[in-house]
């Protein structure tokens, strides 16, 4: 069993910045990616951003290029994602999620574990 825990959403004004934390557990040799995900009220899950896991190889929606980046620390099994420029369009609850293989690092049903999501409010 993985879990993965998130952690550092919350209120911020447009324009604004935000970081947050996932941090997994367990059986964690068998993870390949550790993704980002985004759900707002009446949408899909989006693909925000994925690392291969344990690697610097990164993966990117395209409504989040050149704002957001996603980074882990091997040490402390975290993976975080640096929001910047941040959008009202950007609202929604973003996931974590582990996944031992995909087709594609940012489709969400390829993803085993997921985390029960932390909260992002941007506000113009």
């Known amino acids: 069993q993985v879990q993965v825990v998130e952690s550092g959403g919350g209120l911020v004004q447009a324009g604004g910045s935000l970081r947050l934390s996932c941090a997994a557990s367990?059986?964690?040799?068998?993870?390949?990616?550790i993704g980002w995900f985004r759900q707002a009220p009446g949408l899909e899950r989006e693909g925000v951003a994925s690392i291969a896991y344990g690697t610097s190889s990164a993966f990117y929606g395209d409504s989040v290029k050149g704002r957001f980046t996603i980074s882990q620390d091997n040490a402390k099994k975290t993976v975080s994602l640096q929001m910047n420029s941040l959008v009202p369009e950007d609202t929604a609850m973003y996931y974590c999620a582990a996944a031992a293989w995909t087709r594609g690092p940012l489709l969400p049903a390829d993803y085993n574990y997921w985390g029960q999501g932390t909260q992002v409010t941007v506000s113009s």
């Open positions: 367990g059986y964690t040799n068998w993870i390949t990616y």
